[in-house]
C-alpha cells in the first residue's frame, strides 16, 4: 500500500505546520490529505452541456469556461461538427462524447471511424468514452469491454487523452487500463440536507479517489454540483458550499474542474456564485500548477484549518488559501516565511494589513470558509 500517514514534525509552539515536503500523500496534522505531485496544464474548467446547445460556447468562453462535455445522444455529424467549429471560434476545448451505442456493441470499426472523422479538428482535446460505465443500467459495462473500446481509440490516436466518469468508488480500480483521465461525480446538495451536512463523507470519498488517481497514474478532474431538479431532490449548492468543493478539490490535487451541468443550472446562480469563484481562481491556476514550495513552511494555530502557501510565476508574490475544516468559527493565527516578514497582505483586491516583522498575522475563519490572500506586493 503506497498511501501513508505522517505525522507533523518540527512544530513550534503554539503553532502547527501548515505545508510540508513532497513525498507521496501528507496530512495536515494527520486530518487533511494533499497530493502532493506536479500538475500540468491546461488546468481546465468545463461545463457538461448537450451537443443541441450549439451556442454554448459562445456563451461560457468569457465566463473563463475553457473547456465542454457535450452528450452527443445521436446527432448526427453535421451537428457535431458545427459544435465543434463554433467552439473553435469562442476558444474552447471539447472532450468530444463516443457515440455509446458503438461502445456498448463493442463496435471497434465504428469507434475507429469516429475517431478518424473528428480527431484532427482543433477543437478536440480528448475523448469521452462513457458515463458512468460501472453504473449503467440494467447492465454495466464491463472494464475489458471499454479496455478493448481504449486500445481502439489509441490505434488511431494516440496523442488525445481518454476520460471515464464514475459515481462508485468501489468500482473504478478495475477500469484502470480504459483511461487516461479520472473523473469523478458526486452531488451531495439535497432538498432537506442542511448546508454542509454532507461535508464529512464527500471529503472522504474525495480523498480515497485522488489517491486512487495518484496510484494509478490518471489525471483526475473532479466533477461538481452544480444544478438543481426537483425529480431527483436536487437544490444548487449554497455560496459557500460551493467554494468550498472548489478549492477543496483543487488543495487536494484535483488536475481540473468540470461542472454537471449548464442545462440544468440556473443564470443567477452561475452569475453570483459560479463566475466569481472561477474568475478568482483563474489568475492564479499558474501558482497552483506550479505547486507549494517546500522550502516555504508555513505555521497556523489551529488542527481545523489547512493553509498552503503558492508562488506566483514572475513575479516576487505569494499566494496563500486559508481553508477552516471546523463547522465553527476559528480564531487563525498564521506564521510565513521569514522572508516575507512585513510585506502587504492582500486580500479581495485590498490591502488589509502588513505581515508582523514575525511574518504573522491573525483573522477569523467562519465555518467552512476559503479565503485567498496574495502576499508580497
Keep these: 500500500m503506497l ?128 458515463d458512468e460505465p460501472e453504473i449503467k443500467k440494467p447492465t454495466p459495462l464491463s472494464p475489458d469491454l471499454l479496455k478493448k473500446i481504449y486500445q481502439a481509440i489509441k490505434e488511431e490516436d494516440n496523442y488525445k487523452p481518454v476520460a471515464l466518469v464514475f459515481a462508485d468508488i468501489k468500482k473504478i480500480e478495475s477500469y484502470a487500463d480504459a483511461m487516461d483521465i479520472l473523473m469523478w ?24 479517489v485522488i489517491s486512487l488517481a495518484y496510484v494509478k497514474k490518471k489525471k483526475f478532474w473532479n466533477v461538481l454540483q452544480a444544478y438543481s431538479k426537483n425529480q431527483f431532490k436536487k437544490r444548487l449548492p449554497t455560496k459557500r458550499e460551493f467554494r468550498y468543493m472548489f478549492y477543496l478539490s483543487v488543495l487536494t490535487g484535483a488536475d481540473g474542474l468540470l461542472f454537471w451541468t449548464h442545462y440544468l443550472s440556473s443564470h443567477f446562480w452561475n452569475e453570483s456564485v459560479l463566475y466569481p469563484t472561477i474568475q478568482e481562481f483563474r489568475d492564479y491556476v499558474p501558482a497552483i500548477v506550479r505547486g507549494e514550495d517546500s522550502n516555504n513552511q508555513v505555521q497556523v ?43 502587504l497582505v492582500t486580500f479581495n483586491q485590498n490591502p488589509i494589513t502588513k505581515l508582523s516583522t514575525e511574518a504573522g498575522f491573525s483573522t477569523i475563519l467562519e465555518a467552512y470558509e476559503v479565503r485567498l490572500y496574495q502576499i508580497g506586493m
Design 3 to 130: 498511501i501513508k500517514r505522517r505525522k507533523f514534525i518540527g512544530l513550534i509552539p503554539a503553532l502547527v505546520t501548515a505545508s510540508t515536503s513532497c513525498i507521496l500523500l501528507s496530512f495536515n496534522t494527520t486530518k487533511y490529505l494533499t497530493v502532493n505531485r506536479k500538475r500540468n496544464l491546461p488546468f481546465f474548467l468545463g461545463w457538461y452541456d448537450h451537443i443541441y446547445n450549439i451556442d454554448v460556447s459562445t456563451q461560457v468562453s468569457s465566463k473563463g469556461i475553457d473547456l465542454l462535455i457535450p452528450y452527443v445522444v445521436q446527432a448526427d455529424k453535421g451537428k457535431i461538427q458545427a459544435f465543434l467549429d463554433i467552439s473553435k471560434k469562442a476558444g474552447v476545448k471539447v472532450l468530444l462524447e463516443i457515440y455509446r451505442p458503438l461502445v456498448e456493441s463493442e463496435n471497434i470499426l465504428g469507434v475507429k471511424h469516429f475517431i478518424l472523422t473528428y480527431k484532427n479538428h482543433p477543437s478536440v482535446y480528448g475523448w469521452y468514452l462513457y
Design 185 to 208: 461525480d458526486r452531488y451531495p446538495c439535497e432538498e432537506g440536507v442542511s448546508e454542509f451536512e454532507w461535508v464529512l463523507s464527500y471529503r472522504k470519498a474525495l480523498y480515497k
Design 301 to 343: 494555530n489551529h488542527s481545523d484549518i489547512e493553509v498552503k502557501l503558492f508562488s506566483i510565476p514572475n513575479t516576487k508574490n505569494f499566494l496563500m488559501i486559508a481553508v477552516n475544516h471546523n463547522d465553527t468559527q476559528i480564531n487563525l493565527t498564521v506564521k510565513l516565511p521569514q522572508k516575507l516578514a512585513n510585506k
